[in-house]
């Protein structure tokens, strides 16, 4: 029978309710499950707080670069229950890489992409208006 080990990766501090204010917990948004005996390239991370937004995402960015790079064998997702806001995300390497490389490029590849396109539409909307503005003719 295999034991699963969480290791916790990412906190972040919440407030508590109104009743406790001033205080703060941590609180897990991003947990490493890895089988008892596991190789580093076959590691499941459980991600708090988010849904088919982040998963579908990261998902074709760490597949895209595998495409170039050989060391992504299998990356996919699952969410466990609708009314759960957890993915259950899955990476499977290729020659000793650890899963944790994917997954951390493809969210720095991602967030890149997205700072891209927020300022794009940043441009675009200061070049209307800054059209608006302009007096008709």
């Given at each position: 029978?295999?034991?699963?080990?969480?290791?916790?990766?990412?906190?972040?501090?919440?407030?508590?309710?109104?009743?406790?204010?001033?205080?703060?917990?941590?609180?897990?948004?991003?947990?490493?499950?890895?089988?008892?005996?596991?190789?580093?390239?076959?590691?499941?991370?459980?991600?708090?707080?988010?849904?088919?937004?982040?998963?579908?995402?990261?998902?074709?960015?760490?597949?895209?670069?595998?495409?170039?790079?050989?060391?992504?064998?299998?990356?996919?997702?699952?969410?466990?229950?609708?009314?759960?806001?957890?993915?259950n995300f899955r990476i499977q390497t290729r020659g000793g890489v650890p899963a944790v490389?994917?997954?951390?490029?493809?969210?720095?590849?991602?967030?890149?992409?997205?700072?891209?396109?927020?300022?794009?539409?940043?441009?675009?909307?200061?070049?209307?208006?800054?059209?608006?503005?302009?007096?008709?003719?």
């Amino acid at each position: 029978m295999l034991r699963e080990k969480y290791i916790l990766l990412l906190l972040t501090n919440v407030k508590r309710p109104r009743s406790m204010a001033g205080e703060s917990e941590k609180k897990i948004l991003l947990e490493m499950v890895q089988a008892d005996g596991a190789d580093e390239g076959c590691v499941t991370f459980v991600l708090h707080d988010e849904d088919h937004t982040l998963g579908n995402s990261l998902r074709y960015m760490i597949m895209k670069k595998s495409v170039l790079v050989t060391d992504v064998e299998f990356c996919g997702y699952t969410i466990t229950h609708p009314s759960e806001s957890k993915i259950n995300f899955r990476i499977q390497t290729r020659g000793g890489v650890p899963a944790v490389e994917p997954l951390r490029r493809g969210l720095t590849e991602l967030n890149d992409v997205c700072q891209h396109v927020l300022n794009t539409f940043q441009a675009r909307v200061n070049e209307f208006k800054e059209r608006q503005e302009q007096p008709m003719e």
